[in-house]
T-cell receptor, first 112, second 113 residues
Framework: GNSVTQMEGPVTLSEEAFLTINCTYTATGYPSLFWYVQYPGEGLQLLLKATKADDKGSNKGFEATYRKETTSFHLEKGSVQVSDSAVYFCAPQGGSNYKLTFGKGTLLTVNP | DVKVTQSSRYLVKRTGEKVFLECVQDMDHENMFWYRQDPGLGLRLIYFSYDVKMKEKGDIPEGYSVSREKKERFSLILESASTNQTSMYLC????????????FGSGTRLTVV
Protein backbone atom coordinates (compact mmCIF):
# COMPACT_ATOMS: atom_id res chain seq x y z
CA GLY A 1 0.00 0.00 0.00
CA ASN A 2 0.92 3.67 -0.10
CA SER A 3 2.67 5.48 2.71
CA VAL A 4 3.62 9.09 3.38
CA THR A 5 6.19 10.80 5.59
CA GLN A 6 5.45 14.37 6.44
CA MET A 7 7.56 16.94 8.22
CA GLU A 8 6.75 16.93 11.90
CA GLY A 9 5.58 20.08 13.52
CA PRO A 10 4.76 22.28 15.05
CA VAL A 11 6.13 24.95 12.75
CA THR A 12 6.06 28.53 14.01
CA LEU A 13 6.78 31.43 11.65
CA SER A 14 6.45 35.16 11.60
CA GLU A 15 4.14 36.82 9.11
CA GLU A 16 5.68 37.18 5.62
CA ALA A 17 8.19 34.38 6.23
CA PHE A 18 8.83 31.62 3.67
CA LEU A 19 7.18 28.27 4.33
CA THR A 20 8.25 24.78 3.34
CA ILE A 21 6.56 21.62 4.61
CA ASN A 22 8.27 18.48 3.37
CA CYS A 23 6.38 15.43 2.17
CA THR A 24 7.71 12.19 0.70
CA TYR A 25 5.68 9.17 -0.28
CA THR A 26 5.92 5.56 -1.37
CA ALA A 27 3.36 4.20 -3.78
CA THR A 28 2.88 1.63 -6.47
CA GLY A 29 2.20 3.02 -9.88
CA TYR A 30 1.54 6.71 -10.36
CA PRO A 31 -0.53 8.22 -7.59
CA SER A 32 -2.18 11.60 -7.59
CA LEU A 33 -0.89 13.84 -4.80
CA PHE A 34 -2.89 16.14 -2.58
CA TRP A 35 -2.41 18.73 0.13
CA TYR A 36 -5.32 19.27 2.50
CA VAL A 37 -5.66 22.07 5.07
CA GLN A 38 -7.61 21.99 8.33
CA TYR A 39 -8.41 25.27 10.03
CA PRO A 40 -9.14 25.18 13.79
CA GLY A 41 -12.36 23.35 14.59
CA GLU A 42 -13.07 22.52 10.95
CA GLY A 43 -12.90 19.53 8.62
CA LEU A 44 -10.24 19.05 5.96
CA GLN A 45 -10.37 21.15 2.78
CA LEU A 46 -8.55 20.41 -0.44
CA LEU A 47 -5.74 22.96 -0.84
CA LEU A 48 -4.09 21.78 -4.06
CA LYS A 49 -3.33 18.69 -6.09
CA ALA A 50 -1.13 17.32 -8.87
CA THR A 51 -1.92 14.29 -10.97
CA LYS A 52 1.30 13.50 -12.85
CA ALA A 53 5.04 13.97 -12.69
CA ASP A 54 6.31 17.58 -12.88
CA ASP A 55 2.80 18.98 -12.44
CA LYS A 56 2.61 21.97 -10.13
CA GLY A 57 -0.48 22.41 -8.01
CA SER A 58 -1.22 25.89 -6.68
CA ASN A 59 -3.88 27.70 -4.67
CA LYS A 60 -4.02 30.70 -2.31
CA GLY A 61 -0.31 31.37 -2.85
CA PHE A 62 0.69 27.81 -1.94
CA GLU A 63 2.51 25.60 -4.44
CA ALA A 64 3.73 22.02 -4.62
CA THR A 65 5.46 20.18 -7.46
CA TYR A 66 5.08 16.45 -8.15
CA ARG A 67 8.65 15.12 -8.14
CA LYS A 68 8.59 11.52 -9.27
CA GLU A 69 12.37 11.07 -9.13
CA THR A 70 12.50 11.98 -5.44
CA THR A 71 8.91 10.84 -4.63
CA SER A 72 8.25 14.18 -3.00
CA PHE A 73 5.50 16.79 -2.96
CA HIS A 74 6.77 19.61 -0.74
CA LEU A 75 4.39 22.47 0.09
CA GLU A 76 5.73 26.03 -0.22
CA LYS A 77 4.48 29.56 0.22
CA GLY A 78 6.57 32.65 -0.28
CA SER A 79 4.95 34.86 2.34
CA VAL A 80 2.70 33.38 5.01
CA GLN A 81 -0.13 35.21 6.75
CA VAL A 82 -1.66 34.80 10.19
CA SER A 83 -4.74 33.35 8.46
CA ASP A 84 -2.60 30.45 7.15
CA SER A 85 -2.35 29.05 10.69
CA ALA A 86 -3.77 25.53 10.35
CA VAL A 87 -2.84 21.86 10.11
CA TYR A 88 -1.60 20.69 6.70
CA PHE A 89 -1.89 17.10 5.46
CA CYS A 90 -0.07 15.50 2.55
CA ALA A 91 -1.90 12.58 0.91
CA PRO A 92 -1.15 10.36 -2.10
CA GLN A 93 -4.07 8.63 -3.74
CA GLY A 94 -3.69 5.59 -5.92
CA GLY A 95 -3.82 1.85 -6.24
CA SER A 96 -6.70 -0.34 -7.24
CA ASN A 97 -9.00 0.99 -4.49
CA TYR A 98 -8.25 4.73 -4.98
CA LYS A 99 -7.65 5.18 -1.26
CA LEU A 100 -6.10 8.33 0.15
CA THR A 101 -3.24 7.80 2.58
CA PHE A 102 -2.80 10.69 5.00
CA GLY A 103 0.34 11.95 6.67
CA LYS A 104 0.27 12.80 10.38
CA GLY A 105 -0.30 16.47 9.66
CA THR A 106 1.88 19.51 10.31
CA LEU A 107 0.63 22.27 12.59
CA LEU A 108 1.59 25.72 11.32
CA THR A 109 1.30 28.78 13.53
CA VAL A 110 1.96 32.19 12.01
CA ASN A 111 2.54 35.06 14.42
CA PRO A 112 1.92 38.72 13.55
CA ASP B 1 -22.14 24.10 -3.91
CA VAL B 2 -21.47 20.41 -3.41
CA LYS B 3 -20.96 19.32 0.11
CA VAL B 4 -20.75 16.72 2.84
CA THR B 5 -22.94 17.58 5.82
CA GLN B 6 -22.46 16.22 9.31
CA SER B 7 -25.56 16.64 11.43
CA SER B 8 -23.91 18.01 14.58
CA ARG B 9 -20.81 20.17 15.15
CA TYR B 10 -20.70 19.47 18.89
CA LEU B 11 -22.21 16.61 20.85
CA VAL B 12 -22.06 15.67 24.53
CA LYS B 13 -23.19 12.19 25.52
CA ARG B 14 -23.08 10.07 28.66
CA THR B 15 -21.10 6.87 29.09
CA GLY B 16 -23.13 3.87 27.97
CA GLU B 17 -25.44 5.80 25.64
CA LYS B 18 -25.99 4.68 22.06
CA VAL B 19 -24.80 7.50 19.80
CA PHE B 20 -25.59 8.13 16.14
CA LEU B 21 -23.44 10.39 13.98
CA GLU B 22 -25.02 11.22 10.64
CA CYS B 23 -23.36 12.19 7.38
CA VAL B 24 -25.08 13.17 4.13
CA GLN B 25 -23.47 13.96 0.76
CA ASP B 26 -25.10 15.48 -2.31
CA MET B 27 -22.48 14.52 -4.92
CA ASP B 28 -23.81 11.05 -5.80
CA HIS B 29 -20.52 9.55 -4.55
CA GLU B 30 -20.27 5.81 -4.12
CA ASN B 31 -17.57 5.85 -1.43
CA MET B 32 -18.06 7.18 2.07
CA PHE B 33 -15.67 7.13 5.02
CA TRP B 34 -15.63 7.74 8.76
CA TYR B 35 -12.42 8.88 10.48
CA ARG B 36 -11.56 9.91 13.99
CA GLN B 37 -8.89 12.48 14.68
CA ASP B 38 -6.95 12.72 17.93
CA PRO B 39 -3.94 14.88 18.83
CA GLY B 40 -0.69 13.20 17.87
CA LEU B 41 -2.44 10.29 16.13
CA GLY B 42 -3.54 11.92 12.90
CA LEU B 43 -6.56 10.60 11.01
CA ARG B 44 -7.56 7.01 11.66
CA LEU B 45 -10.07 5.21 9.46
CA ILE B 46 -12.95 3.59 11.35
CA TYR B 47 -15.18 2.23 8.56
CA PHE B 48 -15.84 2.83 4.89
CA SER B 49 -18.49 1.90 2.38
CA TYR B 50 -18.30 1.40 -1.38
CA ASP B 51 -22.01 1.15 -1.98
CA VAL B 52 -25.41 0.97 -0.36
CA LYS B 53 -25.50 -1.74 2.31
CA MET B 54 -21.78 -2.40 1.80
CA LYS B 55 -19.29 -1.72 4.58
CA GLU B 56 -15.71 -2.57 5.37
CA LYS B 57 -13.68 -2.23 8.53
CA GLY B 58 -10.94 0.33 8.65
CA ASP B 59 -8.04 0.44 11.07
CA ILE B 60 -9.96 0.96 14.33
CA PRO B 61 -13.51 -0.47 14.03
CA GLU B 62 -13.81 -1.75 17.62
CA GLY B 63 -16.68 -0.16 19.49
CA TYR B 64 -18.27 1.21 16.32
CA SER B 65 -20.72 0.09 13.66
CA VAL B 66 -22.08 1.77 10.54
CA SER B 67 -25.19 1.86 8.41
CA ARG B 68 -25.59 2.76 4.73
CA GLU B 69 -29.23 2.30 3.74
CA LYS B 70 -29.19 5.06 1.11
CA LYS B 71 -26.40 6.16 -1.18
CA GLU B 72 -26.24 9.69 0.20
CA ARG B 73 -26.24 8.81 3.92
CA PHE B 74 -23.61 7.06 6.03
CA SER B 75 -24.18 6.73 9.76
CA LEU B 76 -21.62 5.94 12.45
CA ILE B 77 -22.98 4.23 15.56
CA LEU B 78 -21.32 4.03 18.94
CA GLU B 79 -23.13 1.07 20.51
CA SER B 80 -22.20 2.00 24.09
CA ALA B 81 -20.26 5.23 24.29
CA SER B 82 -17.12 5.31 26.42
CA THR B 83 -14.89 8.18 27.48
CA ASN B 84 -12.08 6.95 25.20
CA GLN B 85 -14.35 7.66 22.24
CA THR B 86 -14.21 11.38 22.96
CA SER B 87 -12.78 12.69 19.71
CA MET B 88 -13.29 14.66 16.51
CA TYR B 89 -15.17 12.55 13.94
CA LEU B 90 -14.82 13.32 10.25
CA CYS B 91 -16.95 12.02 7.40
CA UNK B 92 -15.75 12.05 3.77
CA UNK B 93 -16.93 10.90 0.37
CA UNK B 94 -15.39 10.22 -3.03
CA UNK B 95 -16.31 8.80 -6.43
CA UNK B 96 -15.92 5.04 -6.79
CA UNK B 97 -13.07 5.29 -9.25
CA UNK B 98 -10.39 7.81 -10.08
CA UNK B 99 -7.94 9.82 -8.05
CA UNK B 100 -10.20 12.77 -7.30
CA UNK B 101 -9.47 13.08 -3.62
CA UNK B 102 -12.06 13.12 -0.87
CA UNK B 103 -14.59 15.77 0.15
CA PHE B 104 -14.86 16.17 3.92
CA GLY B 105 -17.59 17.35 6.23
CA SER B 106 -16.97 19.96 8.92
CA GLY B 107 -16.56 17.36 11.64
CA THR B 108 -18.39 16.45 14.85
CA ARG B 109 -16.65 17.07 18.15
CA LEU B 110 -18.00 14.34 20.45
CA THR B 111 -17.46 14.45 24.19
CA VAL B 112 -18.43 11.42 26.28
CA VAL B 113 -18.80 12.17 29.97
Amino acid sequence: GNSVTQMEGPVTLSEEAFLTINCTYTATGYPSLFWYVQYPGEGLQLLLKATKADDKGSNKGFEATYRKETTSFHLEKGSVQVSDSAVYFCAPQGGSNYKLTFGKGTLLTVNP
Amino acid sequence: DVKVTQSSRYLVKRTGEKVFLECVQDMDHENMFWYRQDPGLGLRLIYFSYDVKMKEKGDIPEGYSVSREKKERFSLILESASTNQTSMYLCASSPYEGNYGYTFGSGTRLTVV
